[in-house]
């Protein structure tokens, strides 16, 4: 392994910091995910391979046998099949729960490095054998374990919130609380600040284990704590804050470690989906603050469990919307989780192409939260291969519901609820689309049932709305059929 310096090492880490910015730059936009998606698997791929290469160099040096090679391959094979595996399987509806489990291997990944740095950090080349780690890795140290703490065990709870399936109380949609919550939180993270600091400020060559695992536990604590009070209608902002962590988690461990790569890399992750859970919390009406903190959700999710007004809803066949949309100039699309659930993007591009060969103007409306991920109907749509050029952001579309012929709805809920119009409403001030104005709606849904917010929608009681009732798939099979 002398082939490889650290001069070559640090050029590599560089070339990969670079291929990671040019991923996030790529997946800004639909039309340049795919180029996006090609950097980040080259930029992984480069600082892999330079990594395995670097420990193999250090574990050379240091002369301490090859039984770690074959560890250290046997973590690559079984890592990576294991990652292959589960996304060549995973579903688009549970791609967010995929997420999630990724960012809780980030964030124990960046614990388990603390731990080792902590024991013996001469194999990591920071001290000298004997000697004492300096103040600053030690705050390197004890930050980075309780964001990766706090990542890991946050983003166990936001798996099992969104797998949904389940029966333990705190992986249920319903958010969890007890009476002095905030205060238990609050006493906790200064208690985890306080051992920190003895952590830091401890003397002597030994580390000061005791108030560090003290510390880490109770960051794992901490994390659970504050995910279980949030509700299923605000997941898509847990998603991007939990992103957000992972990425300050390696960053802080990059630090630790003197890795540059790391630093880059992890400090793109953490400023990206911070910058994307505040546009998460714009579009959802929610203070930042309160996200970052975990308190946020129980109202909304208690005001939904109030028992829905039984009122007189609209409802038509298949052939009833095909017929509406045919004799129409202009249709916009809201694409929801249900469509998403039903696997149905398929069907909505071939009914949209025989609209379109008939002359009807169809375009694709996207709310910033639609589903249950940032991104999840951009997703969706482009594996169905609709062209990029149809679909448009709430901002970009929201001022042409009013000239509409017809608004089809499949699947969505809370982010086309007029109900947020209304000053006492729960979700008051939520940016929402603006189906309601369109000139006829068709609602396709499988029940009346609610959305994540657990309010009833009033579009589906308006006078211009009629509802079609079904599973999305068949629903816009027959639609295709009925459309001549």
Known sequence: MNFISMNLVTLLYLVASVCFIQALKGLSSPSTARAGNAF????????????VALILKLKAEMATGTMGYGLVILGLVVGGGIGA???KKVEMTKMPELVAAMHSLIGLAAVCIAVAVVSEPWVFQITERGVALPFGNRLELFIGTFVGAVTFSGS?????????KYKFRLFQGAPVSFPGQHMVNLGIAIAIVVLGLMFCFSEGAEPAWTPFVIMAILSFILGVLIIIPIGGADMPVVVSMLNSYSGWAAAGIGFSLNNSMLIIAGSLVGSSGAILSYIMCKAMNRSFFNVILGGFGGEAAAAGGAAQEQRPVKSGSADDAAFIMSNAESVIIVPGYGLAVARAQHALKELVEKLTHQGVNVKYAIHPVAGRMPGHMNVLLAEAEVPYDQVFEMEDINGEFGQTDVVLVL???????????????????MPILEAYKAKSIIVNKRSMASGYAGLDNDLFYQPNTMMVFGDAKKVLESMVKAVE
């Not at 698997?41 to 330079?50: E, K, L, P, R, S």
């Not at 699947?411 to 001030?429: M, R, T, W």
């Open 40 to 51: 980040g698997m080259t930029g992984m791929a480069i600082a892999t391979v330079t990594t």
């Open 411 to 429: 699947g969505a809920n809370d982010v086309v609820n007029p109900a947020a119009k209304d000053p006492k409403s729960p979700i008051a001030g």
């Open 85 to 87: 595996f589960a996304a």
């Open 156 to 164: 166990v709870i936001a798996f099992g919130k969104l797998s949904g």
